[in-house]
């Protein structure tokens, strides 16, 4: 049991040291950042530019930019938007939460500021991923914690994701669409505003009308337009040349309205290896996870309201996640099929059975890659965190400078300034 006699003196302590953190230097520290090892999360000095071709918006690292003076679209892929020092903007400032981490310890996949171990004068951010007396490693894009993947929540994903397409920005130019029919010549699908109607002509029973995701390259080259699985690119770091991965992590975000009839929905998902199909029937407020033709697990639904309802299908960290309106409904952890990573460059659609709905806000994400130091597929901490240390990496894991580099990889509690709040 705790001795009594020391509670009080120690509290007396604790309040005299936020205190004097609070009078001293402030409790919440204003910082402005000035990298863009934490993108898409936060940004430092950057372009911010809208595509003439589609007017997505392109946001670009202005320390190591384009030396041709044009950025590419990573949402369409156009080549000739030319910066001007009009598109030029500072890095985001953000709050410290100095007092965030005197009751309590920091969390996984939490931002945080921390002294850099070479500079103690210098604040870095990045976000918290191995956690006291862990062993992380870093295989194929992924983290593992002691030989187990590290898995997301949707809320997770969210806060990290990259959006690799958004079909609210479509190109002028005469291109391939990304969202198409599978069968043109006799869908129910038509392009509509902002997305596709589905006319919920008669079909078979068992069949799905379907609209298929294609990808396509979207950076510079000759093969900036051609179709090909999803890739570990940043759109972020222009002036960076290297090699990239396939990615199979993919969140599928979109808006159901107008859903009417006593049929079905689908959404298919493909992870490099095997497919997974989300069917929901939204009448009967049911749906159900299958794969290779076998139902894995089954939840229950919501009822749609007349406003509509906001979609999200995930396959991330060998976990499959379905959530209506921001709650999950379903989720299923998986373990990969022993066989080769062939993704895909069409790892998403959309089908109908029975039902007419309008299908709007269709967007793309795929998962932060991780690296390791010399860019390769695996990276191993060479012990377990000791009980005050914490790995931390940055979201863009091309450039961020972060306990991968670093020896020893773990931070001290005691380095660590706070927990970042909003960007403004």
């Known amino acids: 049991m705790y001795n009594r006699r020391w509670l009080l003196p120690a509290g007396v302590l604790l309040l005299l040291g936020v205190a004097r953190l609070c009078c001293l230097q402030g409790l919440v520290l204003p910082v402005r950042i000035s990298s863009g090892s934490m993108y898409s999360a936060l940004v430092g000095p950057h372009y911010s530019k809208s595509c003439a071709d589609c007017g997505f918006s392109i946001v670009c690292d202005a320390t190591q930019s384009s030396q041709s003076g044009f950025v590419v679209c990573p949402n369409c892929g156009f080549a000739k938007n030319e910066l001007d020092l009009q598109d030029l903007r500072p890095g985001q400032r953000v709050l410290i939460d100095r007092a965030a981490f005197a009751l309590r310890s920091p969390n996984r996949w939490e931002l945080v500021a921390l002294k850099n171990p070479s500079n103690q004068q210098r604040l870095e951010v990045k976000r918290v991923v191995g956690l006291p007396q862990e062993q992380i490693e870093i295989r194929d894009g992924e983290v593992y914690r002691d ?74 080259g000759p093969a900036a337009h051609d179709e090909r699985p999803v890739l570990d690119n940043y759109g972020y770091n222009q002036g960076v040349s290297r090699s990239l991965n396939g990615v199979s992590d993919l969140l599928l975000q979109c808006r159901l309205e107008e859903l009417q009839g006593a049929g079905r929905m689908a959404f298919m998902v493909h992870d490099g290896r095997q497919a997974w199909r989300v069917v929901w029937t939204p009448a009967a407020g049911k749906v159900a996870l299958e794969s290779s033709e076998r139902t894995i697990v089954k939840a229950e639904t919501p009822r749609v309201q007349d406003g ?26 998986y373990r990969p099929q022993d066989s080769p990573f062939q993704p895909t460059s069409r790892p998403l659609a959309i089908g109908t059975s029975g039902v007419s709905a309008r299908v709007t806000d269709l967007r793309v994400f795929r998962d932060i890659y991780y690296l390791d130091p010399s860019f390769g597929n695996n990276w191993t901490g060479h012990s377990p965190l000791a009980l005050d240390e914490y790995l931390v990496l940055g979201d863009n894991a091309p450039i961020s400078l972060d306990s991968r580099f670093w020896r020893p990889p773990g931070i001290k509690r005691k380095s660590l300034v706070g927990k970042v709040l909003t960007a403004f």
């Open 147 to 220: 030989g187990q993947i590290l898995r997301k929540s949707i809320d997770q994903l969210r806060s990290v994701a990259v959006c690799v397409h958004d079909h609210s920005h479509q190109p002028a130019s005469d291109r391939q669409p990304r969202w198409a029919a599978e069968n043109p010549g006799t869908s129910g699908w038509s392009a509509s505003a902002g997305g596709f109607h589905q006319a919920g002509r008669a079909q078979h029973a068992r069949r799905f009308d379907w609209i298929t995701y294609r990808h396509q390259a979207c950076f510079s």
């Open 308 to 333: 509509g309802i906001r979609v999200e299908y995930s396959i991330c960290d060998d976990q499959v996640v379905f959530a209506l309106d921001g709650t999950t409904i379903l989720t299923h952890p």
